[in-house]
């Protein structure tokens, strides 16, 4: 049943059991490990693609949440401009008040902070909450929800912005999130926010994109319709480079804006392009199952040409990827990954050890493939020497190749 109407929900891929995607294995508790079942689908009433099951949201965002923002210098800097732009577009009244939604570590808000405007970042992930306050950021540890938005009206006044990045895409609970949106948001206040692009996962196949923290997949057609539902509207909507693809939705309440062309352009091309149609997915399914076949294919190839392989990016993402193509230690040896939570630990089902990046040049393996594919352009370029020593990088999105 939709999570957004209640409709009929189409299953288009079932990616079988998986395990969370960012829950890091500590070596010695191997058996503790949860499961649940990754299966995605689309309304056949409102269009929202979505997934068929739901993992307990306290399972997945906790004090030990390990996922930071700031992680990536590329990503720093398109929030820095995000929060210039946020500012310039909806924060110029006197005192303004802006609220995000899920500011992780402090990477946006820490802009405006620094600006002297009035914030607050919702974060129920304790320690990277922690991160953001040493930022100078002020955070409330708490989901974001009709409650919490009632508590924050009632101790700072309405916000003329809400704003949010990878976050809202998270939560199944939509219509909690509206009327938190509808009671926080001053009456010509706008909701801002960017999530990965379905057009885009398409696209490209990346169907590493679908794990549990992504419960939604959204397109402009169906956060129009869902918006309509709780009586908002998307005013306007651009498209981002980054994450291999976003779209940044606009949205107000009905009535307090109009809509800009750039949204019935995409609505029209969404049309054009058939996005939502059972063809466009077969085609998807279709890219998936030739991705697992030869990515395994080529591994198993190397692996019996006793080239030495590693990973790169111990992301979310690759937790499908490596769950559902069944890619364990046997194919690659570990994976580098900077941040230093993941540090010791096994990946997520697969068990793939996690080691701190300096470990890649000791010596530098034969190839390696590349998990954060789309961080590609920052860490092919810190990572140079591993090319200059004849070492090869392996992509699978949108298809596997060696570069
Ligand atoms: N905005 C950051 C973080 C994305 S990760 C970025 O774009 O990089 C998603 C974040 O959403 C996590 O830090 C998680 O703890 C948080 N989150 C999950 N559910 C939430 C909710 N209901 N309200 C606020 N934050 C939430
Ligand atoms: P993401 O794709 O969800 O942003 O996750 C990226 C992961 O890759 C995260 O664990 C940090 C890691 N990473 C590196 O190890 N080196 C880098 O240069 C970058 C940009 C990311
Ligand atoms: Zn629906």
């Avoid at 040493?134 to 955070?139: F, L, N």
């Avoid at 939509?174 to 999530?195: H, I, K, M, N, Q």
């Avoid at 959204?218 to 980054?242: I, M, N």
Wanted: net charge negative; hydrophobic share 40%.
């Amino acid at each position: 049943m939709c999570r957004v109407c209640g409709g009929p929900v189409r299953q288009f891929f079932d990616f079988g059991r998986q395990p969370l995607s960012d829950a890091f294995v500590d070596p010695d508790r191997v058996d503790e490990e949860y499961f649940y079942r990754l299966a995605v689908g689309i309304c056949e009433s409102c269009g929202m693609t979505q997934l068929l099951d739901e993992v307990a949201r306290d399972r997945m965002f906790h004090e030990a949440y390990p996922y930071h923002s700031s992680g990536s210098v590329h990503m720093r800097r398109h929030f820095e401009q995000t929060a210039g732009r946020l500012s310039r577009d909806h924060l110029r009244g006197p005192d303004p008040f802006v609220v995000e939604i899920g500011c992780n570590d402090g990477v946006m808000l820490r802009s405006l902070a620094k600006e002297g405007i009035r914030h607050l970042g919702v974060e129920p992930s304790g320690g990277v909450a922690e991160l953001a306050r040493q930022q100078g950021v002020r955070v409330r540890t708490e989901f974001f929800e009709e409650a919490s938005a009632a508590e924050i009206l009632a101790a700072e006044g309405p916000a003329d912005l809400v704003y949010s990045a990878n976050t809202i895409c998270h939560i199944p609970y939509l219509e909690s999130v509206f009327r938190g949106l509808d009671t926080l948001l001053a009456p010509d206040g706008a909701f801002v926010f960017e999530d990965p692009y379905l057009g885009d996962i398409l696209e490209r196949t990346s169907f590493d994109q679908i794990y549990d923290e992504h419960f939604y997949f959204f397109t402009v057609g169906s956060v129009r319709s869902a918006a309509a539902r709780f009586g908002f509207e998307v005013v306007d909507v651009e498209r981002l480079p980054v994450h291999g693809g976003e779209l940044r939705y606009t949205l107000k309440r009905a009535g307090r804006g109009s809509p800009g062309p750039a949204v019935a352009a995409l609505l029209a091309e969404e049309d054009g392009r058939g996005l939502g149609t059972p063809e466009v997915f077969d085609a998807f399914a279709a890219g998936v199952e030739r991705v697992r076949s030869e990515l395994t294919g080529l591994l198993k190839e190397l692996r019996a040409d006793g080239k030495r392989v590693v990973g790169y990016g111990a992301t979310a993402k690759s937790a499908t990827v490596t769950n559902f193509c069944g890619i364990g230690p046997e194919l690659i040896d570990w994976v580098c990954d900077v941040t230093p939570a993941k540090h010791g630990k096994l990946m997520p089902g697969s068990h793939i050890p996690v080691r701190p990046t300096e470990s890649l040049a000791e010596p530098y393996p034969d190839y390696v493939l590349l998990f954060a594919w789309n961080h590609a352009e920052e860490i092919m370029a810190k990572e140079r020497l591993f090319r200059e020593s004849g070492g090869r990088w392996i992509a699978y999105v949108p298809e596997v190749r060696i570069l």
